[in-house]
C-alpha cells in the first residue's frame, strides 16, 4: 500500500462526506439531533479547533440539513477562520448570562416536539442537563472516525512521516547527561520548521507536540515525566516517545534503547517484548478481535514468566488526535477493520530493571498492518556508543 503523505486542510467535500455519514447513521439510531460537545469531534466534522473552558461550544447535528455551531459571540471570527464546513453559527454573548440571554437559552431553542437526541459518552452534566426530549448516550462520531478516508491516510503519513524524523533526531543525539529539556528543545524545533515550511496555516490549537525520553531508573513507570532535568544514564533501558498531533492528525513512535552496554538483566525482557510486538503484527489483520490481539500477547507475556510486569493494552487508535479508539485491548470485542490505524505497542515495566516498549503507529490495509513510523528495531540497532 503506498500512501502519499499530504497537508493541506480538508476540502468541503471530504466533510461534507463525514456529516452524511453521522446523518446515515443517526436514521438508522432513529435520532432527531446529535449533540456533540467533544472538541475532537467537532474538530473532525469542521475543521474548528477550539480549546475547553468555561464559555460552552456546543455542535447540534440535525438528522437532515445543517449543523447548527452554538458559540460565544468573540469566536465568531475565529470559528469563520478556520471551519471549512457549511454550519450555521448560533452566538451567544457571554458566560455566565441573565436568564433568556445563556447559552442555554439559544440551545433550547433548536429542538421540538420531544425529540430523540443522541449524546456523547463524555457529554458533560452542564451540557447534558440542558437537552430536552428523550437523551441516547451513543457515539456516533467516535466510531465513524475509526474508519480513515483517502484524504485522512495521507494526513496520518505525513504526521508519521514528521514523528519518525524527530524520533531519528532523539536517538542519533543521545548521549549520557543529555537532559529533558535539551532534546525536548531538538526535537520540537525540527518538527515545528517542517509544519511551517510545508503550511503556514498550521492551527496552533490543533498541534500539540510531545518528545520526551526516560531514563533507566524511571522507565519502568510509563507515564512518569515529573522531573524536568531528567537525563539519559549509561546503559538502559532509555524509553524514547513522540507522539504529536500535528495541524490535526495524530502520529507516535517510541523506541526502547541503550547508551553504551546492554545490562545482562535487560536482554531477556527486551526479546520477550520484541516477540511480543512481532506476535501483535502478525494477528493485526482484518476480522481479528481486538480483544484477542491483546488477549494473546499478554498470554505470551504470562508464559514467558513476565505477567507481573503488564501495565497496559497492547495498543490505542490513531487519529485527529494521539491516543483515541479503538482499542487493542482484552474486553473490545470488536474486528479490526481495514482502514483502522493504531499504535502497536505492548510493553513490560520491571522496577529496578527499566521499561521495555516499542511503539510504532499502522494503518490497517487489506492483508494487515502497514507501517507509517520507521526506525531500528534490534537490540544492537538500539545500543549507541558512547
Same mark, same amino acid.
Given at each position: 500500500?503506498?500512501?502519499?503523505?499530504?497537508?493541506?486542510?480538508?476540502?468541503?467535500?471530504?466533510?461534507?462526506?463525514?456529516?452524511?455519514?453521522?446523518?446515515?447513521?443517526?436514521?438508522?439510531?432513529?435520532?432527531?439531533?446529535?449533540?456533540?460537545?467533544?472538541?475532537?469531534?467537532?474538530?473532525?466534522?469542521?475543521?474548528?479547533?477550539? &480549546?475547553?473552558?468555561?464559555?460552552?461550544?456546543?455542535?447540534?447535528?440535525?438528522?437532515?440539513?445543517?449543523?447548527?455551531?452554538?458559540?460565544?459571540?468573540?469566536?465568531?471570527?475565529?470559528? +469563520?477562520?478556520? &471551519?471549512?464546513?457549511? =454550519? #450555521?453559527?448560533?452566538?451567544?454573548?457571554?458566560?455566565?448570562?441573565?436568564? %433568556?440571554?445563556?447559552?442555554?437559552?439559544?440551545?433550547?431553542?433548536?429542538?421540538?416536539?420531544?425529540?430523540?437526541?443522541?449524546?456523547?459518552?463524555?457529554?458533560?452534566?452542564?451540557?447534558?442537563? #440542558?437537552?430536552?426530549?428523550?437523551?441516547?448516550?451513543?457515539?456516533?462520531?467516535?466510531?465513524?472516525?475509526?474508519?480513515?478516508?483517502?484524504?485522512?491516510?495521507?494526513?496520518? $503519513?505525513?504526521?508519521? +512521516?514528521?514523528?519518525?524524523?524527530?524520533?531519528?533526531?532523539?536517538?542519533?543525539? $543521545?548521549?549520557?547527561?543529555?537532559?529533558?529539556?535539551?532534546?525536548?528543545?531538538?526535537?520540537?524545533?525540527?518538527?515545528?520548521?517542517?509544519?511551517?515550511?510545508?503550511?503556514?496555516?498550521?492551527?496552533?490549537?490543533?498541534?500539540?507536540?510531545?518528545?520526551?525520553?526516560?531514563?533507566?531508573?524511571?522507565?519502568?513507570?510509563?507515564?512518569?515525566?515529573?522531573?524536568?532535568?531528567?537525563?539519559?544514564?549509561?546503559?538502559?533501558?532509555?524509553?524514547?516517545?513522540?507522539?504529536?498531533?500535528?495541524? %490535526?492528525?495524530?502520529?507516535?513512535?517510541?523506541?526502547?534503547?541503550?547508551?553504551?552496554?546492554?545490562?545482562?538483566? &535487560?536482554?531477556?525482557?527486551?526479546?520477550?517484548?520484541?516477540?511480543?510486538?512481532?506476535? $501483535?503484527? #502478525?494477528?493485526?489483520?482484518?476480522? +481479528?478481535?481486538?480483544? #484477542?490481539?491483546?488477549?494473546?500477547?499478554?498470554?505470551?507475556?504470562?508464559?514467558?514468566?513476565?505477567?507481573?510486569?503488564?501495565?497496559?493494552?497492547?495498543?490505542?487508535?490513531?487519529?485527529?488526535?494521539?491516543?483515541? $479508539?479503538?482499542?487493542?485491548?482484552?474486553?473490545?470485542?470488536? /474486528?479490526? +477493520?481495514?482502514?483502522?490505524?493504531?499504535?502497536?505497542?505492548?510493553?513490560?515495566?520491571?522496577? !529496578?530493571?527499566?521499561?521495555?516498549?516499542?511503539?510504532?503507529?499502522?494503518?490497517? !490495509?487489506?492483508?494487515?498492518?502497514?507501517?507509517?513510523?520507521?526506525?531500528? =528495531?534490534?537490540?544492537?540497532?538500539?545500543?549507541? /556508543?558512547?
Amino acid at each position: 500500500m503506498n500512501i502519499e503523505p499530504i497537508f493541506y486542510p480538508p476540502s468541503k467535500s471530504e466533510i461534507q462526506n463525514r456529516l452524511i455519514r453521522v446523518q446515515e447513521q443517526m436514521q438508522k439510531e432513529g435520532l432527531d439531533h446529535y449533540v456533540s460537545f467533544c472538541p475532537d469531534n467537532i474538530f473532525y466534522l469542521t475543521n474548528f479547533a477550539n &480549546a475547553v473552558h468555561e464559555r460552552p461550544f456546543v455542535l447540534v447535528i440535525p438528522q437532515k440539513g445543517v449543523p447548527k455551531f452554538i458559540v460565544p459571540q468573540l469566536e465568531i471570527p475565529h470559528v +469563520q477562520s478556520r &471551519a471549512v464546513s457549511e =454550519i #450555521e453559527l448560533i452566538p451567544y454573548f457571554e458566560f455566565p448570562a441573565p436568564a %433568556g440571554r445563556a447559552w442555554s437559552d439559544r440551545f433550547k431553542e433548536l429542538f421540538e416536539n420531544n425529540p430523540r437526541i443522541g449524546v456523547e459518552s463524555i457529554c458533560p452534566l452542564q451540557i447534558y442537563s #440542558e437537552i430536552p426530549g428523550e437523551r441516547i448516550r451513543t457515539d456516533i462520531i467516535d466510531d465513524l472516525r475509526m474508519i480513515k478516508s483517502d484524504y485522512e491516510k495521507g494526513r496520518l $503519513a505525513y504526521a508519521c +512521516q514528521l514523528a519518525t524524523e524527530g524520533h531519528n533526531l532523539l536517538l542519533s543525539s $543521545a548521549y549520557p547527561g543529555m537532559n529533558l529539556m535539551e532534546m525536548i528543545g531538538q526535537v520540537r524545533e525540527l518538527i515545528f520548521t517542517r509544519l511551517l515550511t510545508d503550511s503556514r496555516e498550521l492551527n496552533p490549537f490543533a498541534t500539540r507536540i510531545s518528545a520526551v525520553f526516560q531514563p533507566p531508573s524511571v522507565s519502568h513507570d510509563p507515564h512518569n515525566f515529573t522531573n524536568i532535568d531528567m537525563r539519559m544514564e549509561p546503559g538502559g533501558p532509555h524509553v524514547s516517545i513522540v507522539n504529536a498531533v500535528m495541524n %490535526g492528525y495524530g502520529a507516535e513512535v517510541e523506541r526502547t534503547f541503550f547508551l553504551g552496554k546492554v545490562p545482562e538483566n &535487560a536482554k531477556k525482557p527486551f526479546e520477550i517484548m520484541l516477540e511480543g510486538r512481532r506476535i $501483535a503484527f #502478525e494477528m493485526a489483520k482484518p476480522g +481479528q478481535l481486538m480483544s #484477542e490481539v491483546d488477549r494473546t500477547v499478554n498470554d505470551y507475556f504470562r508464559k514467558a514468566g513476565m505477567g507481573d510486569y503488564l501495565l497496559h493494552r497492547t495498543g490505542h487508535g490513531m487519529g485527529v488526535t494521539g491516543h483515541e $479508539a479503538p482499542f487493542f485491548a482484552e474486553g473490545y470485542d470488536r /474486528p479490526i +477493520q481495514e482502514g483502522m490505524c493504531f499504535t502497536i505497542e505492548p510493553g513490560l515495566y520491571i522496577e !529496578g530493571v527499566g521499561g521495555f516498549r516499542h511503539s510504532d503507529t499502522v494503518l490497517i !490495509g487489506s492483508e494487515g498492518p502497514v507501517m507509517l513510523t520507521d526506525g531500528p =528495531i534490534e537490540m544492537a540497532e538500539l545500543t549507541f /556508543p558512547i
